[in-house]
Structures are given as structure tokens and as C-alpha cells.
């Protein structure tokens, strides 16, 4: 069973930007697991944002587009997500996810098995 954790939360302005990270550890061949993140605002269901595949493919979110990136560094064990141009919108607990099995695409939530604790972002306007 893969252990994910989360880091890099925090409290920032409006337009400013952020950088999550998750650490992966237990399970060999990370590099051929799609990566996620996922978030949930208070009172809201849990949604993909964005993830990227064992090749480096990358999807994400209407809503975060041109302004979210995820990355990956496979020989740390380790995936992503900088965030830029904020919104108060973009506040929630943020959760990295890995994918139930090798080689999937990642653009479906169902694609992901595997959870972090998640990490607060609050973004103030």
C-alpha cells in the first residue's frame, strides 16, 4: 500500500501563488502510477484538479487551467502542484491521490485508490 503525504499548505493573498509537494513512499515503480490532486472545499464534494500520467501527461480542471501545473520528479518518489493567480475560491484541504493501477490516464477519479492526509490551502481576498 503507497503512503502519500502532503506539505506545502498555507495561507496566502489573492493572486499569489503556492507550491504543494507530495512525497510517495511503499510502493515500487512510482513513475508508472498517475498522480493526482484532488480538493475539497467545507460543505463540498471532493474534485479532481489535475493529474499526470506515468508518461507525463497532464490533465486538468476547467477551473484551474492556465493556472495550476503538476510536475513530477521520479526518482525523488515525488509530484507537485504549483499554484498560481489564487483565487478564494481555490480554498480547500488539497489531497494527493495515486492511481489504483499502473499506466492509467488519471482523468477520471475513479482512476485513483490511494490518499494523503491533505493539506489546508487558504487563499485570502
Known amino acids: 500500500q503507497v503512503q502519500l503525504v502532503e506539505s506545502g499548505g498555507g495561507l496566502v493573498q489573492a493572486g499569489g501563488s503556492l507550491r504543494l509537494s507530495c512525497a510517495a513512499s511503499g510502493r515500487s515503480a512510482f513513475s508508472n502510477y498517475a498522480m493526482g490532486w484532488f480538493r475539497q472545499a467545507p460543505g463540498k464534494e471532493r474534485d479532481l484538479v489535475g493529474s499526470i500520467t506515468w508518461s507525463g501527461l497532464t490533465y486538468y480542471a476547467d477551473s484551474v487551467k492556465g493556472r495550476f501545473t503538476i510536475s513530477r520528479v521520479n526518482n525523488k518518489n515525488t509530484v507537485y502542484l504549483q499554484m498560481t493567480k489564487l483565487k478564494s475560491e481555490d480554498t480547500a484541504v488539497y489531497y494527493c491521490?495515486?492511481?489504483?493501477?499502473?499506466?492509467?490516464?488519471?482523468?477520471?477519479?475513479?482512476?485513483?485508490?490511494?490518499w494523503g492526509q491533505g493539506t489546508q490551502v487558504t487563499v485570502s481576498s
Open positions: 491521490a495515486a492511481a489504483r493501477v499502473p499506466y492509467s490516464s488519471g482523468s477520471s477519479p475513479a482512476a485513483f485508490g490511494s
